[in-house]
């Protein structure tokens, strides 16, 4: 952005000082309006090699994850460059799941306890020995959830998680770090401070973790269900041998697969070129975040009518539709375990309960709904993605932003 205001002050501003004295206002004139046709002129010309890319879904749908994979595939490097600032977002992926799973153990066993006193006591004692020890960790997540949303911290006691807007690797020292701003580079210092600390503790804690992790009466709960894990935390409590290391730098299945709520919109540009020409992809990642977070939600439901609410939207009329279905290796996953769709889509009846039938049936509703609501009549893609899969997505990216570019060029070759 300041480069372009740069350039704008320059291309106005070399005449007047470099060129011959000029004698008359008329001559004036004639160089000043030449010089703004030039300018927009430029303007247009950057305006036509832009490419907008809104990612819209419910909270926790994966649009930072493809966020994520666009970077993989369009800017690689700039991945590289952020490595070490995911690092402390692993570590608070991996405490709140473990205090997570402390509170469903505290649930669990206030209930339960009642009916059975014998052989719970040893149990409870083990998984109390285990808390103790864990305490040192678990003390860290509202200060690592604090430091990584800027010390914005919503919910009650700051349990509602860690949510990050626009810039926020300056404040873990990476991209976008300015060294002569005072506050940025303290806020650094401090978020540099109780990540190394967590480091630490997660290096003398990591038996304990996966003494914890491994307890029957965890894989009892996570099996049945009982505590409301997201998605990462099982992945990262796998890893934790690795994760607690002292070298330990976030590898790109750890970046992907990290949770961080999105708060406002985050944008993001890459430079692409297609034959022979530049173009800048504009990413806007708009947090779809529900503050507290409500389970009794129909996520199917809810993304229905946001879909549609997309389709007839007058100010996105020009927009080409992708509906991208993700989470696909998860439904696969519940699939096999046994869980029966219509006890929760009442609507899908007798349909078999398997993926394939499952995924179509998703599908048709939302194409139905996009036949009814786009008055435009535009062209809808749709893909079943797995945002965790990289050479999946990345195939997708390449074939979905080559259509749309492709596009592009046709609709601004003919203004
Ligand atoms: N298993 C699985 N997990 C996924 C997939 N896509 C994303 N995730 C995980 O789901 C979680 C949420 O993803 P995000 O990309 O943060 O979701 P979001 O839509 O940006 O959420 P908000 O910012 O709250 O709106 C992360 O832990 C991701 O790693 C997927 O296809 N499969
Ligand atoms: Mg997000």
New binding site residues.
């Given amino acids: 952005m300041s480069v372009a205001r740069r350039s704008s002050i320059s291309s106005f501003a070399a005449p007047l000082t470099a060129a011959p004295p000029v004698e008359n206002a008329e001559a004036l004139n004639r160089m000043i309006e030449e010089d703004i046709r030039k300018e927009n002129a430029r303007r247009k010309e950057e305006r036509r090699r832009e490419v907008k890319v809104m990612l819209l ?1 419910q ?8 966020q994520k994979q666009f970077q993989i595939y369009y800017a690689k490097k700039s991945l590289e460059g952020e490595r070490p600032c995911w690092k402390p977002v692993v570590y608070f992926n991996i405490i709140k799941a473990v205090r997570l799973v402390f509170n469903e153990l505290d649930y669990q066993f206030s209930t339960q306890g009642r009916e059975n006193q014998e052989a719970p006591k040893a149990i409870q004692d083990q998984i109390a020995e285990l808390r103790t020890k864990l305490l040192p960790l678990t003390a860290l997540e509202d200060s690592l959830a604090s430091h990584l949303s800027g010390g914005v911290t919503i919910g009650s006691g700051g349990r509602a998680g860690a949510f990050v807007r626009s810039g926020w690797q300056s404040l873990v020292g990476g991209r976008g770090s300015t060294q002569n701003d005072i506050r940025t580079m303290e806020a650094i210092a401090r978020t540099a401070e109780v990540s190394s600390i967590a480091a630490k503790i997660l290096a003398s804690t990591a038996k304990e973790v996966q003494a914890l992790w491994a307890h029957p009466s965890v894989k009892l709960l996570v099996h049945n269900r009982k505590v409301r894990l ?3 935390a099982s992945f990262f409590l796998d890893e934790i041998a690795r994760i607690a290391e002292p070298d330990y730098v976030p590898t790109t299945d750890d970046i ?7 708060l406002g919109v985050m944008e993001h540009s890459f430079p692409i070129s297609m034959g022979g020409l530049s173009y800048n992809w504009k990413i806007f ?1 708009v ?3 529900y503050l507290d977070e409500d389970p009794k939600i129909n996520r199917i439901e809810d993304s229905l009518q946001l879909f549609t609410a997309i389709c007839s939207n007058k100010m996105l009329k020009d927009a080409h539709l992708v509906l991208l279905l ?5 439904l696969k996953k519940k699939l096999a375990q046994g869980i029966e769709i219509r006890k929760y889509i009442t609507s899908y009846a007798d349909r078999p309960n398997v993926y394939e039938t499952a995924a179509s049936y998703f599908k048709s509703h939302f194409q139905q709904a996009h036949k009814k609501k786009d008055s435009w009549r535009r062209v809808l893609w749709v893909h079943y ?4 899969d990289i050479k999946a997505t990345q195939s997708i990216i390449s074939n979905v932003g080559e259509a749309i570019i492709r596009k592009h060029i046709a609709e601004i070759g003919l203004t």
């Fill in positions: 879904g909270a926790e749908s994966g649009k930072s994850t493809l997201e998605d990462s992907l697969n990290v949770r961080l709520q999105t990642d947090g779809g975040a993700n989470k696909t290796d998860l993605t797995s945002m965790l």
